[in-house]
Nanobody
Framework: QVQLVESGGGLVQAGGSLRLSCAASGSIFSINLMGWYRQAPGKQRELVAGITNGGGTNYVDSVKGRFTISRDNAKNTVYLQMNSLKPEDTAVYYC????????????????WGQGTQVTVSS
């Protein structure tokens, strides 16, 4: 079994920074895509940032220039550095990863973290 464990959320004032982390553990053969999604109250879950195994990244327009996604493949960990936070960034942030298992390596399976709350006060 594979688990994604997130940390780093919290309460910050507008203009502040947080760094989220997500570590994958379990019977992992390899990890392909990793990313961060968020869901704000009353809104749909949206992709915030994604990163390929080769380091290619993409971001939702609203966070470009403020957020940076990165990964440490040796640690099976993905990070989201969030700077210049705005109240509209308030949401539960979820880690997402495509994992190829050691027990069945024929395809990738996608997992979600438990979510971590980010609250930005104005």
């Amino acid at each position: 079994q594979v688990q994604l464990v997130e940390s780093g959320g919290g309460l910050v004032q507008a203009g502040g920074s947080l760094r989220l982390s997500c570590a994958a553990s379990g019977s992992i053969f390899s990890i392909n895509l990793m990313g961060w999604y968020r869901q704000a109250p009353g809104k749909q879950r949206e992709l915030v940032a994604g990163i390929t195994n080769g380091g290619g990244t993409n971001y939702v327009d609203s966070v470009k220039g403020r957020f940076t996604i990165s990964r440490d493949n040796a640690k099976n960990t993905v990070y989201l550095q969030m700077n210049s936070l705005k109240p509209e960034d308030t949401a539960v942030y979820y880690c997402h990863a495509g994992v190829k298992h050691t027990s069945y390596s024929g395809t990738y399976y996608y997992y979600w973290g438990q979510g971590t709350q980010v609250t930005v006060s104005s």
